[in-house]
């Protein structure tokens, strides 16, 4: 099995390999992790995480710059209904569009915007950063026994599915809105599984034996 991790430049790339490293070793046969961004090897692969920090819009220009990235991504994920994980922005990066700087086209996976964090109580402060609760997680196989459990969050913006049936976990930060999403064969974080110790590595887990 090829997992692979997509390298278009995000930053915190090497926590994100350790932890799925990490992951995989636990599984039979110890799985490859490969942080890259050929599109020959990003098409082919097995499975797919997708990092991100930083702001929608560079992001989204960063897998665009690279030639070739965005088709083999669409081939594996929608093409060959290959297994995928989008953390942070990279989860945010599957919606129809991004509203930071201005309106940016996302992948359109997941009918949907990415919008600015309001709190209504002015104390509360963004980015929303550090330990939170997840709320109302849904019957899948990522997320099974994280109902309550505390992930590692830093971030400005959130995604705002459409259809809340894609929505797959919830956590409150001065207002409620979801913490992960999920369809098909693609799912997506808001937390750093990679910053959330036990928890964190328990989701990566059960993605990498994820059978959708």
């Known amino acids: 099995m090829s997992i692979v991790l997509i390298d278009y430049g995000s930053g915190n790339l090497r926590s994100a390999e350790k932890a799925l490293i990490r992951a995989a070793a636990e599984l039979t046969g110890s ?4 942080a890259t961004a050929d599109p020959e090897a990003v098409a082919a692969a097995d499975r797919l ?3 991100g920090v930083g702001a929608f819009a560079a992001c ?3 897998v665009k710059a690279i030639d070739g990235l965005p088709a083999a991504i669409e081939e594996a994920v929608r093409g060959r ?4 994980l989008g953390v942070c922005v990279g989860m945010q990066l599957m919606a129809s569009r991004g509203l930071e700087f201005g309106q940016t086209p996302g992948f359109g996976w997941i009918e949907g915007e990415v919008r600015r964090l309001e709190p209504k109580d ?3 402060k963004i980015p929303h950063m550090g330990w939170n609760t997840l709320e109302d997680v849904v019957d899948h ?3 099974a026994g994280l109902q309550g459990k505390d992930m590692y969050f830093t971030h400005s913006f959130a995604i705002h599915p459409s259809d809340p049936a894609d929505v797959a976990a919830w956590v409150t930060h001065g207002e409620r809105f979801p913490a992960a999403v999920a369809r098909g064969n693609m799912a997506g974080v808001q937390f750093h599984p990679e910053k959330s110790q036990a928890w964190g590595l ?4 059960q993605f990498l034996e994820w059978r959708p």
Do not use: C
């Open 31 to 34: 799985p490859k992790v490969v």
């Open 49 to 51: 995480v997708l990092p």
């Open 60 to 62: 989204m220009q960063a």
């Open 81 to 84: 209904g290959r297994p995928f």
């Open 122 to 124: 002015p104390s509360l």
């Open 141 to 143: 196989p990522v997320f």
């Open 202 to 205: 328990k989701l990566l887990g």
